[in-house]
């Protein structure tokens, strides 16, 4: 008997932690103002620097924000719905013609903040500077 309320009792809390991890209702709290400010204030930080690559970057600003997202591109992309690259949406590119290689984050002004390898450190830059856009993604 103690072993099938084990069992049952791991079965509740599972999935009260599933759950409480869903995209739509963590993130829903959420602006795109405040994913850009967010995002903003890592401006100028190393590339790389404590896992900041890009999707370690958008992670970052979404966990700082109280938003669990996974760490990598592909995943990401697939994390939310389809949108057409509003203040903090996430924004996907094919840099090398292989699949989605960069994400970065929308400011809603045409430009994107994102861990840059190219300029080694956290920047905002025109999307159109950035080979290969793929779509974007609203987390919220």
Do not use: W
């Not at 900041?52 to 924000?65: I, M, P």
């Not at 590119?93 to 989605?100: C, P, W």
């Amino acid at each position: 008997m103690r072993k099938i309320f084990v069992a049952l009792f791991s079965c509740a809390v599972l999935s009260a932690v599933l759950v409480a991890n869903t995209p739509s209702e963590a993130s829903a709290q959420v602006s795109g103002e405040a994913v850009v400010a967010e995002a903003q204030s890592y401006i100028g930080t190393p590339y790389g620097a404590g896992g900041l690559d890009c999707s370690g970057f958008t992670s970052a600003v979404y966990a700082d924000l109280g938003v669990s997202l996974p760490d990598d591109p592909v995943a990401q992309y697939s994390y939310g719905a389809p949108s057409e690259a509003a203040a903090g949406d996430l924004v996907f590119f094919d840099e090398a013609g292989y699949g989605i290689s960069h994400v970065g984050i929308a400011t809603g002004y045409g430009t994107i903040i994102h861990s840059s390898t190219y300029y080694g450190t956290i920047t905002e830059t025109p999307i159109s500077q950035v080979p290969g856009y793929v779509g974007a993604v609203d987390v919220s």
